[in-house]
């Protein structure tokens, strides 16, 4: 049976016959498969952009004192080569964890910004 005719049966109201609930179980199994693999794929990619991410979040982690830095100050002082934005998502993790806290930082000329420092 195919999809066209196991739709069709089921959008013109025929009675359900024992194939169309084989198809039926067939195709449940099938998703669940699918989606069992798209998971595991998923979770090797989740953790594979972790572990890329974890020497960098090591650096800004140790630069970070009692003192708020800003973004850019992190990474200078860290020596890395990365972008303001992706601090806050790299710093993410200590932030829930409590490591880390947010306070607001004047910039002269610049207005306020998040500055990090340690909990």
Do not use: C, W
């Not at 960098?56 to 990474?75: F, G, M, N, S, W």
């Not at 790299?90 to 490591?99: H, N, Q, S």
């Amino acid at each position: 049976m195919t999809n066209r005719d196991f739709f069709e049966k089921v959008v013109f109201g025929t009675e359900i016959t024992e194939e169309m609930k084989d198809f039926a179980r067939d195709a449940i199994v099938k998703l669940d498969n699918s989606n069992a693999k798209r998971a595991v794929y998923a979770a090797t990619k989740r953790e594979q952009k972790d572990a890329e991410r974890k020497p960098i979040r090591d650096a800004l982690l140790a630069v970070i004192t009692d003192e708020p830095k800003t973004a850019t100050t992190l990474i200078e002082e860290a020596g890395l080569n990365i972008t303001p934005q992706a601090v806050p998502s790299l710093l993410k993790p200590a932030f829930t964890a409590g490591l880390i806290n947010k306070e607001q930082v004047k910039v002269t000329g610049k207005g306020t910004h998040v500055g990090y420092v340690k909990a």
